[in-house]
């Protein structure tokens, strides 16, 4: 397949088949990765934060009431006798 180059502005750009991206999961995303390697172009999804959806995920565990500890009481009374 061909796609023609486009100018738009100062720089160059081209619009992508929806069915393509659709081939390698790109059709919902907002941000692609873009890279060049070995003189290629390669577009991909971008990575997922470390900690993506934790949040949400953490919500919908205390909306559960799936946060209380699992011992109670369990803390660090020695620590006052420490020297640092």
Known sequence: MEIAIRTIGNSKGVVLPKPLLAQVG??????ASVVVE???IVLSKPAKHARAGWAAAAAALAAKGGDVPLMDGFGNESDAELEW
């Open 38 to 40: 070995n003189g290629n």
């Open 26 to 31: 790109l059709d919902d995303q907002v941000t």
